[in-house]
Structure formats: structure tokens, C-alpha cells
């Protein structure tokens, strides 16, 4: 194994790049900006520009670098290639990345991985799932991500959508459609926007109960906040929001039996409000067997990618 790795966490607006030892210790981390003109054409360019740029900086040559790990915010199929456009990006997508992004970097190694499920393995790897072979993260933000990893191997499926647990139907009846098209996702009621969406319906089907979010401008943070104070009908919005979040796990926890859980991204910051009403819905809806799994705050925060990244690439 040589001495050095970089982790690179593809984001819409910036890309998180870290330089790694091998061994998982971060040595450095910064950010360069996402150029989405022209479709995406500059992203891998740009990227390879600053790789080189660190390498130089650094005096580290190709031989001391294991490769580059890549998490980019769509499917990826075996490791390479993004099969659809991902509309963040500029509409980039459809390509081989570890070919492209390889062939930028002089033939150094390039391993690609879903946004979210490379998360996961970030955080089993050096994170809250340290020392775990199997555990599940669901990434509660403006959307819902989710990663699988089952005997330290990500789950990414056949047609690189593993993992698409805010995709999962947990209301078959919602006529609103689901950013993805579908109806009834659970992204719909467990994201940040997902949770403002339910708390405006609940105040609009109950004009008469008193609320301090009424009439204001309010994100998921204030329907948390409310119900911690003690306010009745955002903590009705935050039990509905955790008892279907709570049945999505119970759920995959009897595909997938991971030996935790962890919850990541914005929400998860609610803390016990959030966790504890979380752990007794999964309770009630979980095979016998699968009731007692932890479910705990990922710790990586937004580093969680590009440790993930580096994952891909130093293997087990």
C-alpha cells in the first residue's frame, strides 16, 4: 500500500477534496468550486488541476499515491461509471469517471461511489460505525440519502441505485409528487423540507389550534425547537414525521439486519427530540430479532464523503 490517497465529495456548488495517508489519518481538506457550465465539462478538469496542484505543493510524486476516490450526487455503476445526468451538476453525468478523471491524473487509480453511500462507508470506516461490518445511513437534509453496507461492502445494486432509501413508498395515498416523480416517498415527509411541508398542512387542517410557527417563516430546525418547548402541534408533526421514518427502517432492517443505524445531514441535529420518539416508533414496527439495533447521530459530519472516497480506494 503507498502512502497517500485523496477523497473528493462532489457537490453542486463545491467539491470537498481531502488528502489522506493511507491509514485513514486526514492530513488536509479544502474545497473547489463546481463549475457546472457547458454541462459539467470543466468538473474533472478542475478537479485534476487541483490534485496536481496539492501534489506539487506537497512534493508528493504518482508513485506515493494509491489513487483517488470520487462520491458524485448520482448512481454509479461498478465503481466507474455514471449512468444517468445529474441534473446538480449542469446536466453532467452519463460517463466513465474513473476513465475520464484516471486519464487526467497520468493513469493514477480513480474509484467512484454514490454521494451517499460513500457517506456510509466513511462513517463505518472512521466514524460513529468504527468497527462495524454492517450498518445503515440515512442522510436527513434537503432530501433523503441513504447508504447500505452489508460485511463492509457497499450496496449499490444492479442499476447503481442502492442505497435510495428517501425513495422508499411510505404513503401510497399522497397525490403531492416526490421531487424523483414518484408519490408518497419517504423524502416527502422525513427531510428537512419534507417535515415544513407536513407542519404547513397540519397548521392549514387545524386553523383553530394555537402554534407558535403560525404565521411565520419557519424551517425544520423551528418545528424541533417548537416541540421541545412543549408546543402540541409541532410535536404531533415531529412524532408523525419520526413513526414514518421509524416503519422505512424497521423495513430495511429486516432486508438488511445492518448492526446500526446512523442518521446524518441537518436534521439529525434535533438531537433527543428527534432520536428518542425515532427509537420507540422502530420499535413497534421492527421484526422481533431487529428491535434492539442502535440508531445513532453519524459523527463525520461533512467530512463523511471524502473519508468515504478514500474508502474505495485503500479498500479493506
Given amino acids: 500500500m503507498k502512502e497517500y490517497a485523496f477523497g473528493i465529495d462532489l457537490g453542486g456548488t463545491t467539491a470537498k477534496v481531502g488528502l489522506f495517508t493511507t491509514s485513514g489519518a486526514l492530513l488536509e481538506k479544502w474545497e473547489v468550486p463546481t ?16 490534485i496536481h496542484a496539492k501534489m506539487a505543493e506537497k512534493e508528493i510524486t504518482s508513485e506515493q499515491v494509491e489513487g483517488v476516490g470520487i462520491g458524485v450526487p448520482g448512481p454509479v455503476l461498478d465503481s466507474r461509471v ?15 469517471v474513473s476513465a475520464q478523471l ?28 468504527k468497527g462495524c461490518r454492517s450498518a445503515v445511513m440515512v442522510t436527513l437534509g434537503t432530501g433523503v440519502g441513504g447508504g447500505v453496507i452489508v460485511n463492509g ?8 441505485a442502492g442505497g435510495e432509501i428517501g425513495h422508499i413508498t411510505v404513503n401510497r395515498h399522497e397525490t403531492a409528487a416526490c421531487g424523483c416523480g414518484k408519490h408518497g416517498c419517504l423524502e416527502q415527509y422525513s427531510s428537512a423540507t419534507g417535515v415544513v411541508r407536513c407542519m404547513k398542512k397540519l397548521l392549514d387542517e387545524n386553523p383553530d389550534a394555537d402554534c407558535v410557527l403560525r ?11 417548537a416541540a421541545r418547548s412543549g408546543d402540541a402541534l409541532a410535536a404531533r408533526e415531529v412524532d408523525e414525521m419520526t413513526d414514518t421514518l421509524g416503519m422505512a427502517l424497521a423495513s430495511i432492517a429486516s432486508t438488511t439486519d445492518p448492526e446500526m443505524f446512523l442518521i446524518g445531514g441537518g436534521v439529525a441535529r434535533a438531537g433527543d427530540v428527534l432520536f428518542d420518539p425515532l427509537v420507540e416508533h422502530f420499535k413497534t414496527y421492527a421484526f422481533k430479532s431487529c428491535r434492539e439495533t442502535p ?5 463525520l459530519g461533512n467530512d463523511a464523503g471524502i473519508y468515504g472516497a478514500v474508502r474505495l480506494i485503500v479498500g479493506e
Fill in 295 to 299: 440508531i445513532k447521530a453519524a459523527s
Fill in 153 to 160: 461492502k457497499v450496496i449499490d445494486g444492479a442499476h447503481g
Fill in 215 to 225: 404565521g411565520k417563516d419557519f424551517e425544520a430546525k423551528d418545528v424541533f425547537d
Fill in 82 to 96: 455514471v449512468p444517468i445526468i445529474c441534473a446538480n451538476l449542469g446536466g453532467w453525468g452519463e460517463r466513465n
Fill in 35 to 50: 463549475d457546472t457550465s457547458n454541462a459539467g465539462e470543466h468538473i474533472l478538469e478542475n478537479l485534476a488541476d487541483a
Fill in 102 to 129: 484516471s486519464g487526467l491524473l497520468d493513469g493514477m487509480k480513480v474509484l467512484v461511489g454514490n454521494d451517499a453511500n460513500v457517506a456510509a462507508l466513511g462513517e463505518i470506516w472512521m466514524g460513529t460505525a
